[in-house]
């Protein structure tokens, strides 16, 4: 899936919003889910900041790693809960049902491991590394992450968030990861 969903370059939040609600009803549909409920003005709040200039990276959104861009998109659709219906606990189970915000840090993290499947890193020595493999996690890590991060500060958990899903990435990735020196 291409970055240009999430930082399209036309600056118009109305119309970014309008993609990320198909892409929304997509995922839904493909869990199954007949009926989804998003709050419209949400959706186009997390577009705002997602169009917004300052980017928690010292080189903005361009210079920014796959790892930083999935983890700004992640903080800020948790952070603003533009999917309203929750989950049916027969797709998920009941123990993830019963998270708080459960829909929004399930769609982010699906999302984000969407984005992240064949993104490709751009080493300062010049390497390109592919992450060919999608980010896989279990069903008890998903109720770990999702009972973590239902609800965030985006300024406190964008490092975090981030950190993890380098990590997952180079889980999934073995030939990835920067070589290990500590």
Aim: proline residues 8%; glycine residues 4%; charged residues 20%.
């Amino acid at each position: 899936m291409a970055f240009s969903l999430l930082y399209p370059d036309s600056p118009d939040p109305r119309s970014h919003a309008a993609h990320l609600a198909l892409y929304l009803q997509g995922w839904a549909e493909g869990l199954n889910i007949d009926r989804i409920i998003i709050e419209f003005e949400a959706l186009d709040r997390l577009c705002k900041e997602l169009l917004h200039p300052d980017f928690p990276h010292v080189d903005g959104v361009d210079g920014a790693s796959p790892f930083k861009k999935v983890a700004n998109f992640f903080i800020w659709c948790v952070h603003h809960k533009p999917v309203l219906s929750p989950i049916p606990a027969e797709t998920i189970g009941h123990e993830m049902n019963r998270l708080p915000n459960h829909q929004n840090v399930f769609f982010a993290y699906h999302f984000a491991t969407a984005c992240l499947e064949n993104a490709t890193l751009q080493r300062k020595d010049g390497t390109v590394i592919k992450l060919k493999n999608r980010i896989r996690i279990s069903h008890h890590s998903l109720c770990d992450l999702i009972d973590t991060f239902g609800t965030v500060i985006p300024y406190q958990h964008f490092k975090p968030v981030c950190l993890l899903f380098e990590q997952m990435a180079y889980k999934a990735n073995p030939e990835a990861p920067y070589q290990e020196v500590y």
